[in-house]
């Protein structure tokens, strides 16, 4: 088949799904490791994933995702189609990353976190006249909102809640609920209280889910070990 995907630097686990013209472990000038997948990967068309990189169990990838390398990725993730992850950066285990999400280098994510659409991390306060790079810091369990953008350096905490569209330029601490530009914060709102939904992070794909509809492929995606 000639549009087969590509895997010669990729150590693969088993039950992977590759779909073509996907390029597993592509070579950059000074790459040295093969890219390392876990079990039961589903990656679909379109996707270039670098060498150097390191992407846990379960992982599901959308359309024309680009992962460049030194990336370490967790467990349980999904990144849904034309998200880009710059390389040299790490996410924790079940993060949900939607559509069209930019996240430059040094970008730190947890645990159990929500990115919404269009959302863009920067990492370069000022870009071409000033050098040095300060990645963002998310903690566990975050929401951030559709089309937010979280400015170079911020850190935001465990169990933060952050609303469509905000520019987050300072430090938002813990359970909190941030919204507005600049973003302004307030304790959390206590029906935001409990921390994200695991068994949300294969649900949510709407007019995109060719799954059963009986819900019978739930088993195998959340097997015993998805409570974080
Ligand atoms: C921030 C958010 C969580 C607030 O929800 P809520 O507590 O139910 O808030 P309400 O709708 O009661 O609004 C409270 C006030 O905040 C304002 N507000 C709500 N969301 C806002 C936002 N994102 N930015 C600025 N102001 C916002 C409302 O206009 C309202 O103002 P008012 O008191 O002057 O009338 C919610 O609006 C939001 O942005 N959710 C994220 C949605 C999203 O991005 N989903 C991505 C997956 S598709």
């Not at 159990?112 to 790079?133: D, K, Y």
Request: charged letters at 20%; glycine letters at 14%.
């Amino acid at each position: 088949m000639h549009n087969a995907p590509e895997m010669r630097n990729c150590q693969l686990g088993p039950d992977a799904e590759i779909e073509p013209n996907v390029m597993l472990g592509y070579q950059y000038p000074g790459w040295r490791k093969p890219l390392v997948l876990g079990n039961r990967a589903r990656i679909h068309t379109g996707t270039v994933i670098y060498a150097d990189t390191v992407i846990g169990d379960r992982f599901t990838c959308g359309h024309n995702v680009l992962v460049r390398a030194e990336c370490e990725i967790g467990d349980r993730v999904v990144i849904l189609h034309g998200t880009t992850l710059e390389g040299r950066l790490t996410i924790g285990k079940g993060v949900k990353i939607m559509a069209h999400v930019y996240l430059p280098s040094r970008t730190v994510i947890g645990s159990m976190v929500f990115i919404g659409p269009g959302v863009t991390f920067l990492n370069a306060m000022l870009p071409m006249r000033e050098a040095g790079v300060a990645g963002v810091t998310i903690g566990n369990h975050v929401v951030i909102g559709g089309g937010v953008t979280i400015g170079p350096g911020v850190t935001i905490s465990d169990n933060v809640f952050v609303g469509a569209g905000a520019v987050v330029m300072q430090d938002i601490p813990a359970n909190s609920l941030a919204y507005g530009v600049p973003a302004q914060f307030r304790p959390l709102p206590e029906k935001f209280e409990k921390g994200n939904d695991p068994k949300q992070i294969f649900e949510g794909l709407d007019l995109w889910d060719n799954r059963p509809g009986d819900g019978s492929w739930k088993a195998e995606y959340y097997g015993d070990d998805v409570l974080l």
